[in-house]
Nanobody
Framework: DVQLQASGGGLVQAGGSLTLSCEVS????????IGWFRRFPGEEVEGVSC????????YYDDSVKGRFTTSSDNAKNTVYLEMNNLKPEDTAVYYC???????????????????WGQGTQVTVSS
């Protein structure tokens, strides 16, 4: 079975950094699109970023552009979300999601991923 394991959340002060990891198992990790999402209390998930293995492209929500970077390490079956200059409004539960095969995601608005991991809490104090 395909599983996504998100980790790396925690408590950090405003202006600080965290790197989230999304480790994938149960599938050959060579053709994929992986997205990061977050859920604020009482709200639906919103897209943060996505990365495509097909062409290496990445996309970011305007709210995180210039502060967050997503990357992948195929040898480790892992995608990362490096978050810098964190703000209190970044506080949320963060999720990774994935689709495999010949797939290309070109918008953080796309939520049609086949697999979702559990969330990891990120809390940014002011």
């Amino acid at each position: 079975d395909v599983q996504l394991q998100a980790s790396g959340g925690g408590l950090v002060q405003a202006g600080g950094s965290l790197t989230l990891s999304c480790e994938v198992s149960g599938v050959t990790f060579d053709n994929y699109a992986i997205g990061w999402f977050r859920r604020f209390p009482g709200e639906e998930v919103e897209g943060v970023s996505c990365i495509n293995s097909a062409d290496g492209s990445t996309y970011y929500d305007d709210s995180v552009k210039g502060r967050f970077t997503t990357s992948s390490d195929n040898a480790k079956n892992t995608v990362y979300l490096e978050m810098n200059n964190l703000k209190p409004e970044d506080t949320a539960v963060y999720y990774c999601a994935a689709s495999f095969g010949r797939v290309l995601v070109t918008s953080t608005l796309d939520r049609g991923y086949h697999y979702w991991g559990q969330g990891t809490q990120v809390t940014v104090s002011s």
